[in-house]
């Protein structure tokens, strides 16, 4: 894997092994700092790879008197874990596996704010982990709700908001299927909306983009007496989302926005007043939507995504003929990020 490191990268964590003038604890910070460095804007998977080949190293050279140190740099080696594409469980799996092993010396003798950190950090990977079926979700919700013991909303009001999004997309992801499940619904809403009096348009573009695409999803899908209500005011979150999100600047995430738009201008009659007339207008554009967000995500290779909306557009074809659309339904495209 090293001689796929970048030159001056490579060169570095070569030093940092070789040089003989500095302690073992020394050697460690540096391989850390280099292989931090190459998993912050990866250019290949490759580079996070050997992320974790540098992790190990510095595992190796880890005095035994170094148990916090240790702790650490199990915690860094997990998020290079999590950050690795792929369709199976297994880098998932490992990335678990280094959170649980560095999270006791973490609570124990860290500070509190990098315990939390990891605990937002696995509540990520057993979310991912959930939707493959290889864990129950509910372990998720336990390890952002012991993050949010200490990112308050009046201390770290950042993590504090990204934190309620990911529960809340949690709460969006549990089968709809018990009693429980309109309360979830509307704590996923609450969750979003909580989050959205911290994140704003100006000061935090991106994640306030996030959370208004994830807020118009769960309006979208809430099950309610007020479904025409519910899709106008997911139709201005996706709004506020295109804002930031733009073909040229974030091209997938602008695409998720739009699929999500189109699902909901499927499901919104053309006169309010009258919904008895249909909508064909509002399918024609739900169909331009459609198919730009098709040619972006068979652009960028996921074709899940593009097969999804191709099933999709045959459909829609047949329902611009007769001008009514059944329901669509569904998630959504939503989102969670690591901070």
């Given at each position: 894997?090293?001689?796929?490191?970048?030159?001056?990268?490579?060169n570095?964590?070569?030093?940092?092994?070789?040089?003989?003038?500095?302690?073992?604890?020394?050697?460690?910070?540096?391989?850390?700092?280099?292989?931090?460095?190459?998993?912050?804007?990866?250019?290949s998977?490759?580079?996070?790879?050997?992320?974790?080949?540098l992790?190990?190293?510095?595992?190796?050279?880890?005095?035994?008197?170094?148990?916090?140190?240790?702790?650490?740099?199990?915690?860094r080696?997990?998020?290079?874990?999590?950050?690795?594409?792929?369709?199976?469980?297994?880098?998932?799996?490992?990335?678990?596996?280094?959170?649980?092993?560095?999270?006791?010396?973490?609570?124990?003798?860290g500070?509190?704010?990098?315990?939390?950190?990891?605990?937002?950090?696995?509540?990520?990977?057993?979310?991912?982990?959930?939707?493959?079926?290889?864990?129950?979700?509910?372990?998720?919700?336990?390890?952002?709700?012991?993050?949010?013991?200490?990112?308050?909303?009046?201390?770290?009001?950042?993590?504090?908001?990204?934190?309620?999004?990911?529960?809340?997309?949690?709460?969006?992801?549990?089968?709809?299927s018990?009693?429980?499940a309109?309360?979830?619904?509307?704590?996923?809403?609450?969750?979003?909306?909580?989050?959205?009096?911290?994140?704003?348009?100006?000061?935090?573009?991106?994640?306030?983009?996030?959370?208004q695409?994830?807020?118009?999803n769960?309006?979208?899908?809430?099950?309610s007496?007020?479904?025409?209500?519910?899709?106008l005011?997911a139709?201005?979150?996706?709004?506020?989302?295109?804002?930031v999100?733009?073909?040229?600047?974030?091209?997938?995430?602008?695409?998720?926005?739009?699929?999500?738009?189109?699902?909901?201008?499927?499901?919104?009659?053309?006169?309010?007043?009258?919904?008895?007339k249909?909508?064909?207008?509002?399918?024609?554009e739900?169909?331009d939507?459609?198919r730009?967000?098709?040619?972006?995500?068979?652009?960028h290779?996921?074709?899940?995504?593009a097969?999804?909306?191709q099933?999709?557009?045959?459909?829609?074809?047949?329902?611009?003929?007769?001008?009514?659309?059944?329901?669509?339904?569904?998630k959504?495209?939503?989102?969670t990020?690591?901070?």
């Amino acid at each position: 894997m090293a001689e796929n490191l970048p030159v001056h990268e490579f060169n570095q964590a070569l030093k940092a092994i070789e040089e003989e003038s500095i302690s073992a604890s020394e050697k460690v910070d540096l391989l850390i700092q280099i292989a931090t460095g190459l998993q912050q804007k990866p250019k290949s998977p490759q580079q996070l790879h050997n992320a974790v080949t540098l992790y190990d190293k510095a595992l190796e050279l880890c005095p035994e008197s170094e148990i916090l140190l240790t702790a650490r740099t199990h915690a860094r080696k997990g998020t290079a874990l999590q950050a690795i594409p792929g369709d199976s469980a297994d880098y998932l799996h490992k990335a678990q596996a280094e959170f649980e092993t560095a999270l006791p010396v973490l609570n124990q003798s860290g500070t509190p704010e990098e315990a939390a950190e990891a605990e937002m950090n696995l509540g990520l990977v057993l979310q991912s982990l959930a939707g493959l079926n290889a864990v129950p979700i509910t372990e998720s919700i336990k390890a952002y709700q012991r993050a949010l013991k200490v990112f308050t909303k009046a201390a770290y009001p950042t993590e504090y908001a990204i934190l309620h999004n990911n529960l809340a997309t949690v709460y969006l992801s549990i089968p709809m299927s018990d009693e429980r499940a309109k309360m979830r619904e509307a704590m996923a809403v609450q969750s979003f909306q909580e989050a959205l009096k911290i994140i704003t348009l100006i000061d935090q573009p991106t994640e306030y983009a996030m959370l208004q695409n994830n807020l118009g999803n769960a309006l979208q899908y809430a099950s309610s007496s007020h479904a025409v209500e519910n899709n106008l005011r997911a139709l201005e979150a996706y709004d506020e989302a295109l804002k930031v999100r733009t073909i040229n600047d974030t091209p997938y995430e602008y695409a998720n926005t739009i699929c999500n738009k189109a699902n909901c201008l499927c499901n919104l009659p053309d006169d309010l007043d009258n919904p008895e007339k249909g909508n064909r207008n509002r399918l024609r554009e739900a169909r331009d939507y459609y198919r730009e967000a098709n040619d972006i995500f068979v652009k960028h290779g996921d074709r899940e995504k593009a097969n999804m909306i191709q099933e999709t557009l045959q459909q829609l074809n047949a329902d611009i003929g007769t001008g009514h659309a059944g329901s669509r339904s569904g998630k959504g495209f939503g989102e969670t990020r690591i901070q």
